[in-house]
Every structure is written in C-alpha cells, then in structure tokens.
T-cell receptor, first 114, second 113 residues
Framework: DGGITQSPKYLFRKEGQNVTLSCEQN?????MYWYRQDPGQGLRLIYY???????QKGDIAEGYSVSREKKESFPLTVTSAQKNPTAFYLC?????????????FGPGTRLTVL | GESVGLHLPTLSVQEGDNSIINCAYS??????FIWYKQESGKGPQFIID?????DKRQGQRVTVLLNKTVKHLSLQIAATQPGDSAVYFC????????????FGRGTSLIVHP
C-alpha cells in the first residue's frame, strides 16, 4: 500500500534532550512538509522540502532541524532549544513542487516533554 | 480559567441534518482551496478541492462553495452521519506563497445520533 508513515506514534522526552521524528513516504512525492498542531489550533509549518537535498524554514522553524537526503524520507529533530515542544507533529507530502495539489498526511506523532 | 484559544469553533448537529462549515480566507490572490477532515488523534484527510475559477464543486455528499468577492469558503455536508464528527480545516494556496498551503484554525463538527 502506498502511503506516508510516521513513527513513533507517541514519544516522551526529558527536558534538554534532542529527539528525532521519522517520516517516510512511498508515494514518489517530491515535496514533504512538517507541521506542528497544538490544541484548538490550526497547522503551523515548521519546515518543508520541495526536492531532495533542499529544504526551507517555515513559520516556526526555531528549535527544529531537518534533513532530506532521500526522496522518501524527511526526519525532523526537535532540539533542546525548542522551549515548548509538547505537541502533535504531522508530516505531509505532495506530488510536485511548485504546483497546486493536495497534501497527504501521515498519522502524526504526539511528543510529550516530561 | 481555561484559555478561549484552546477551544475550536464548534458546530453541533443531529444525524441526518445538513451541515455547513464556513471558512474566511485572507489572501485575495489565493488560487486553490482544499477542505480537510481530521479525526481525533489522526492526520488530516483530503475531502474536496476547488480552484478560483469555479464557485461550486460537488463530491459525494459534500459541496464546496467559493465566494471570492468576500473571500469566503464553505463546506456543505448532506445527511450528516456520526462518522462525520471531526475537525474540518480549510487551506488556501497561492502561487505567490510558493504553493505552500495556509491552514485555517478549524471547526469541530459534532454529530448527535
């Protein structure tokens, strides 16, 4: 089955630790995105990548880092510099860069800082 | 007390009723609009889309209406079912924004059996 997967579903982190969230897609999509969702809020863009080996900051990139070494993978690292990391993180992909098309979302990772 | 910001706008309907969810968008240059459905604890799913050269588009039990004059988008769900209970987001996309969607805050739809 084609799709976009995120792991783990739930993640707990101690303050001061970095943690990496996985996002993989087998849809052969060029573009991938990371969003953060807080209770009662819409989706806020963290980082996006329109092509392999290139990525751009979104609206709330501070305290986060990404890499795009492979077309199918776009991991997100939440660093200790992110002051309020507890949230629901969503990864998405879309077929082509710089075009009008829908995004396909993964199931999300819920990160809790203890 | 609780922060108002934690609560989404909510629409509560009876099973079988028609539902209308509204969205005001901000960018008059937006060319493409999408409605997503997000069930609790899951990622959003595509429902229907519409381009700016249209004012209405119909899907299965859903209709999207676009009023560019007042920058307003609506999603109509016919014969609403309990399985329609979810948060609904609109997204707007413009070429000037590098084709990156801007999402609305969302509306929570609650369907009572």
């Amino acid at each position: 089955d084609g799709g976009i997967t995120q792991s783990p579903k739930y993640l707990f982190r101690k303050e001061g630790q970095n943690v990496t969230l996985s996002c993989e897609q087998n849809l052969n999509h060029d573009a991938m995105y990371w969003y953060r969702q807080d209770p009662g809020q819409g989706l806020r863009l963290i980082y996006y990548s329109q092509i392999v080996n290139d990525f751009q900051k979104g609206d709330i990139a501070e305290g986060y880092s990404v890499s795009r070494e492979k077309k199918e993978s776009f991991p997100l690292t939440v660093t200790s510099a992110q002051k309020n990391p507890t949230a629901f993180y969503l990864c998405a992909s879309s077929t082509e860069r710089y075009s009008y098309n829908e995004q396909f979302f993964g199931p999300g990772t819920r990160l809790t800082v203890l | 007390g609780e922060s108002v910001g934690l609560h989404l706008p909510t629409l509560s309907v009876q099973e079988g009723d028609n539902s209308i969810i509204n969205c005001a968008y901000s960018n008059s240059a937006s060319d493409y609009f999408i409605w997503y459905k997000q069930e609790s604890g899951k990622g959003p799913q595509f429902i229907i889309d519409i381009r700016s050269n249209m004012d209405k588009r119909q899907g299965q039990r859903v209709t999207v209406l676009l009023n560019k004059t007042v920058k307003h988008l609506s999603l109509q769900i016919a014969a609403t079912q309990p399985g329609d209970s979810a948060v609904y987001f609109c997204a707007e996309i413009s070429s000037g924004g590098s084709y990156i969607p801007t999402f609305g805050r969302g509306t929570s739809l609650i369907v009572h059996p």
